[in-house]
């Protein structure tokens, strides 16, 4: 397969980026329309996303039974579902008890994770100056989380929110390395999101019966917002992302990634009137200078390889 041109990548990559950015604003439109916080509401919408996403690329399972790939592709595949399904479960929680800005900036934390494990599992040394973007964008982060300050004041558990964002964080990190690892193997990109939706759906199916009331009974509005999330979140802003994975590095997509709690906070205060302090703005300029760094050393890695 001919690898595209880097902006090609680039503005996919950022769709998916923009698009992942609505997923705390259906997730708090969800939660004020059904009325209910906590985590059998939590469980609903995650199962719920992902058995609508995973519906949408049935069409795709001949194919994928027709692949002639290494099988540790599938194991790769299966363990990234494990990953993103238990992902969910973290951060959908979490936006029941702290703020969109605190929550969408911790579980962006991965960066750090993804560099770490990258450099423990397959040796990939950061560049120095990848270490450095990826300091500079964590540092914007935190700065973020604490602008929102004013916003947590209004929840009474803004530590189990915040803690339960970071965990999310951790699950994503092992979900977009695993990810990678199962295109390198030759999962093509159709292949890899029906298997990773399929294996988190099936996983959460049965959790909401098991811990909650079904699937049923609930307003209407909550429904769309699914729907939404189903459609945008996952199936346009996770699967972008996944893609871009096969043609960038890795610390490179997830720092990219670091825009979501950017694109969130500015949708919370359109939608909510979740006032960011200028923190949030300072916090969003170090984002966008961890980013370039990172660009321009992912830049100059390709041409000296």
């Known amino acids: 397969m001919r690898s595209p041109y880097f902006w090609q990548v680039s503005l996919v ?47 795709v399972w001949p194919k994928t039974l027709k692949n002639k790939v290494n099988s540790s592709a599938y194991y790769y595949a299966i363990g990234a579902g494990v990953c993103l399904a238990f992902h969910f479960v973290f951060w959908i929680t979490s936006l029941s008890f702290t703020s969109i800005a605190a929550s969408t900036t911790l579980v962006t934390t991965h960066p750090i994770w993804v560099a770490i494990m990258s450099w423990i599992f397959f040796q990939e040394r950061p560049q120095k100056i990848t270490l450095l973007g990826i300091t500079v964008a964590f540092l914007g982060g935190v700065l973020i989380a604490l602008g929102g300050g004013q916003e947590i004041n209004s929840y ?72 939404l999330m189903a459609i945008f979140s996952q199936l346009i802003g996770h699967t972008s992302i996944n893609w871009s994975l096969r043609w960038l590095s890795t610390p490179l997509v997830t720092l990219a990634i670091l825009f979501e709690p950017v694109g969130s906070s500015i949708l919370g205060f359109l939608i909510f009137q979740e006032v960011p302090s200028i923190f949030v703005f300072i916090g969003a300029f170090f984002i966008l200078v961890g980013v370039i760094l990172a660009v321009i050393s992912s830049q100059d890695k390709n041409k000296s390889a």
């Open 13 to 59: 990559l950022i769709m998916g980026v923009f698009s992942v950015s609505s997923t705390a604003i259906f997730i708090r439109l969800a939660l004020e329309a059904a009325g209910e916080l906590g985590l059998e509401f939590s469980l609903f919408l995650s199962a719920s996303r992902l058995i609508i996403a995973s519906l949408f690329l049935v069409p």
């Open 156 to 227: 009474s558990q803004p530590l189990l929110g915040n803690s339960l964002a970071l965990m999310g964080g951790v699950l994503v990190s092992f979900y977009l390395i695993l990810g990678r690892e199962a295109q390198k193997q030759g999962l093509q990109i159709s292949s890899y999101s029906a298997i990773v939706y399929t294996t988190a759906a099936l996983l959460l199916f049965p959790t909401p019966f098991i811990f909650g009331s079904g699937y049923n009974n609930y307003p209407q509005p909550v429904y769309l917002y699914v729907l």
